[in-house]
């Protein structure tokens, strides 16, 4: 009985603590796009930037997404105060990043090296992910930061004796801290139509990733607002 009362009392207050994030809707000014081409939107006439500029038409949506970009490089970057002041007034980040990790990798040693090296890799990647995620929230608190986890966008025929989705659920296990919120993009994965190439959505792939984001916002429990004209 006494583990039955505990474990209703921690989903009631569960429930409480999402009815109060329900009732306080963030009112999105400000968006602030960071990573790799994928968020840039190579390819493509404006990637999710365009959708997220339909989707909330009274914000100011900034997408500083950089092709070939890596998570060392965005640690830099953001190190080097890179976009500062525009992140200390934002109230999303939506953040894609780490392919390039992997994608470096494979290149320079094949999928048996990569195998080889993927722990460090991800210990890597989670260490510059922490940092990221401080640099975005230091002196802006309110900030909500949105990762897009990693798909796995690869053909049937070249998965690497089926170690590949593997690997991609252990590098996701990465993704993720206080105050930041993981978009799942694993469905993108299973629909052939939506690839520009082995890597990058096309149109009708960054449709499906823009309303992923805002089925992920709607599931957290927090509102957001969209400001229609």
Known sequence: ???NFRSSALFQKALRRKQRNAARPRHIKKIIILGDSVAYGYGTKGG?????EDSFPDS???NFGI???TSDGLVERLRAAHWQAELAQADLVLLNIGGNDLLRQYRNGGASELIRQFASLK???????LDIYGHIQEGNDRVLIVQ???YNSMKKEVQYFGFTQLLFRMWNSAIGAKGVIVTNTRKMGKLPSI????IHPNEEGYAIMHQLLLETLQTTG??????RR
């Open 48 to 52: 999710i930037a365009r959708h997220l």
């Open 1 to 3: 009985m006494g583990k």
């Open 67 to 69: 092709n070939g970009l």
């Open 195 to 198: 690839w520009l190439d082995s």
């Open 123 to 129: 210990k890597k990647y989670r260490r510059n992910l």
């Open 222 to 227: 927090i509102a957001v607002s969209k400001e």
């Open 60 to 62: 100011e949506v900034l």
């Open 148 to 150: 897009n986890s990693l």
